[in-house]
């Protein structure tokens, strides 16, 4: 049984996805795209009209999927979740992520400040961080809404580093790690950033230290 022929779109998008991944957004022109895609620009100019709608499509055809999943299993914990869930469920639908392509192009868009506050925050992300930040107010009471902001913010900054240097961790130590053993992966951030979660904040840890060095 033969597959089906790639349509010109999926094309378009396959090939800006690559190329945003491997080179950034800025970097990568229309032309770029269109030779990877073995498509002319009349093409992208009749499914996309510009290389900003491009840019777009491209982020939404992966986000929201990302996005849909995190909310289903946020759902599925019911109302006790363990703060290791709420975790695994922000971070494992990005890190375990069907299209290897998509790895890398998502760490551009977090790593970029202006694509993220732009295309994806405003547009996609901000229901999202209000219902995570819901759900660590649950499990993290004693934690004021001004660190819950931060360690969130930590716990999307670790995310970002390891997708914008996926393809190049091997090449930065000798040991033989693989990170395309993503479930792996996932335990071991999702154990880390909840140590990070449950860590005493650096005020109290200041006031402490200090009552401990006048006794």
């Given at each position: ?36 895609a073995q498509v002319n620009l009349a093409a992208v100019n009749y499914h996309f009209q510009s ?158 230290s200090n009552a401990v060095e006048r006794n």
């Open positions: 049984m033969t597959s089906a022929p790639v349509g010109t779109k999926t094309k378009i998008l396959d090939a800006a996805e690559k190329l945003f991944g491997q080179n950034g957004f800025d970097a990568t022109s229309l032309r770029d795209i269109t030779h990877e290389k900003e709608s491009l840019i777009d499509a491209v982020i939404v055809r992966r986000l929201e999927p990302v996005n849909r999943r995190r909310m289903e299993m946020l759902d599925a914990m019911g109302a006790s979740p363990s703060l290791e869930q709420i975790i695994e469920a922000f971070v494992s639908p990005v890190l375990e992520a069907d299209e290897l392509n998509a790895v890398p192009m998502i760490g551009r868009v977090f790593s970029n400040p202006a694509h993220f506050a732009v295309r994806i925050f405003q547009k996609h992300l901000a229901p999202v961080a209000r219902r995570f930040d819901e759900a660590f107010a649950l499990v993290i009471p004693a934690i004021p809404a001004e660190e819950r902001f931060w360690r969130l913010h930590f716990m999307v900054g670790a995310m970002t580093h390891l997708l914008a240097m996926w393809d190049v961790l091997p090449l930065m130590t000798p040991l033989p790690i693989e990170p395309i053993h993503r479930h792996a992966l996932v335990s071991r951030m999702v154990q880390f950033l909840a140590a990070g979660f449950r860590a005493p904040m650096a005020v109290q840890v200041a006031q402490e």
